[in-house]
């Protein structure tokens, strides 16, 4: 029987190859233990995958929702060529805190900026603001509002541009359609938004690993 101890040694396996972390990253990670931030970043190899993807669109202008301690922020921020920028938004300033220092000394605190406020209002006033707009977007801060944040990452991305939303799977929460989870109802929306907005084009996939079994769904916007 597979379980998720075998999922963790091949999640092992596979950082320790492929993607070690360096100063920077394990320097974030226990910075956001250190403070007392919830153990809840994506895993090496998710990251990973964000920076491949982020160097594939090829992004030149990110946005994240959801911040915690920058770990993604530092995976995504390191796929920007020179003149990129990020913007990264979160709720807690305590949070916010732990980022502008960890991404200050993984020395992206010129590419990456930290807006601190409920990501609904960071979003609209971006908008509001004329932003240019993003090339990929990474929807990762509280799952009840994920279809908002879809609806706000449409009006902000690009033709041709990837929105990736994270945790769409739950542990298999996620195909329980009597679930009465705001969390599970907001990312449910979200994926129905996806599967029915002419100008997406999507997919979701389960993942397994050090930090369980979740999954992504990815939508890239119509041309
Ligand atoms: N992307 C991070 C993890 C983010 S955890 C990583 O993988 O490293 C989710 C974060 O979203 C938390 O820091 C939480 O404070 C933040 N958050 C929750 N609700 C929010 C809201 N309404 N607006 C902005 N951020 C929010
Ligand atoms: C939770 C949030 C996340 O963004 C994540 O990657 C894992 C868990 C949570 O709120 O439990
Ligand atoms: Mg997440």
Same mark, same amino acid.
Not at 63 to 78: M, N, P, Q
Not at 87 to 104: C, D, G, Q
Not at 142 to 150: H, I
């Given at each position: 029987?597979?379980?998720?101890?075998? =999922?963790?040694?091949?999640?092992?396996?596979?950082? #320790?190859?492929?993607?070690? $972390?360096? $100063?920077? +990253?394990?320097?974030?990670?226990?910075?956001?233990?250190? @403070?007392?931030?919830?153990? &809840?970043?994506?895993?090496?190899?998710?990251?990973?995958?964000?920076?491949?993807?982020?160097?594939?669109?090829?992004?030149?202008? &990110?946005?994240?929702?959801?911040?915690? @301690?920058? *770990?993604? !922020?530092? =995976?995504?921020?390191?796929?920007?060529?020179?003149?990129?920028?990020? &913007?990264?938004?979160?709720?807690?300033?305590?949070?916010?805190?732990?980022?502008?220092?960890?991404?200050?000394?993984?020395? /992206?605190?010129?590419?990456? $900026?930290?807006?601190?406020?409920?990501? /609904?209002?960071?979003?609209?006033?971006?908008?509001?603001?004329?932003? @240019?707009?993003?090339?990929?977007?990474?929807?990762?801060?509280?799952?009840?509002?994920?279809?908002? *944040?879809?609806? =706000?990452? /449409?009006? /902000? !991305?690009?033709?041709?541009? +990837?929105?990736?939303? #994270?945790?769409?799977?739950?542990?298999? $929460?996620?195909?329980?359609?009597?679930? #009465?989870?705001?969390?599970?109802?907001?990312?449910?929306?979200?994926?129905?938004?996806?599967?029915?907005?002419?100008?997406?084009?999507? !997919?979701?996939?389960?993942?397994?690993?050090?930090?369980?079994? #979740?999954?992504?769904?990815?939508?890239?916007?119509?041309?």
């Amino acid at each position: 029987m597979t379980t998720e101890s075998t =999922w963790a040694a091949v999640d092992t396996y596979f950082t #320790d190859l492929l993607v070690p $972390e360096d $100063e920077a +990253l394990a320097h974030a990670r226990r910075a956001g233990d250190a @403070a007392g931030l919830p153990p &809840i970043s994506v895993t090496p190899t998710q990251g990973k995958l964000l920076h491949l993807l982020a160097r594939l669109v090829p992004a030149h202008r &990110i946005l994240e929702v959801g911040t915690l @301690a920058a *770990y993604s !922020t530092i =995976w995504l921020a390191r796929a920007l060529p020179d003149d990129g920028r990020l &913007i990264t938004l979160e709720f807690a300033p305590a949070h916010a805190a732990v980022a502008r220092a960890n991404l200050a000394h993984a020395g /992206l605190d010129k590419v990456a $900026e930290v807006r601190t406020g409920p990501a /609904l209002d960071s979003l609209a006033a971006l908008h509001a603001e004329g932003t @240019a707009p993003f090339d990929l977007v990474f929807i990762d801060a509280d799952k009840a509002n994920n279809a908002r *944040y879809l609806e =706000w990452s /449409l009006k /902000l !991305t690009r033709p041709g541009g +990837l929105i990736v939303l #994270d945790n769409v799977v739950r542990s298999g $929460e996620v195909a329980d359609a009597a679930s #009465d989870d705001p969390a599970i109802l907001g990312t449910r929306e979200a994926l129905e938004l996806i599967a029915s907005h002419p100008d997406l084009d999507g !997919t979701a996939v389960q993942t397994v690993g050090a930090k369980g079994y #979740d999954g992504f769904a990815l939508a890239r916007v119509r041309a």
